[in-house]
């Protein structure tokens, strides 16, 4: 394996862990977005209002998108193995 093909790869795992990190992340965010607007509309402060709900829609998404992320990673392992 020379070095380019050795920065290509790590370029595709990256660019894979973003992918498949990207969307959970995001219902986190949007989830934290909506519990922050309504926490300054109410002036409630409570700190475990925010975290409770972003870890379930977090987890929700995890477990939904796991096929498909799964899918992926067995892709990648494959075009890693299969390399001539």
Request: avoid cysteine; hydrophobic fraction near 65%.
């Amino acid at each position: 394996m020379n070095p380019d093909q050795a920065i290509d790869f790590v370029r595709q795992a990256l660019l894979l862990v973003l992918l498949i990190a990207g969307p959970v992340l995001l219902i986190g965010l949007i989830v934290a977005l909506v519990v922050g607007l309504l926490q300054a509309a109410t002036n409630v402060t409570e700190q475990s209002l925010t975290f409770v709900p972003k870890v379930l829609a977090m987890a929700i998404a995890g477990a939904l998108l796991l096929p498909w992320m799964v899918s992926r990673l067995m892709d990648f392992a494959a075009q890693m193995f299969t390399w001539p």
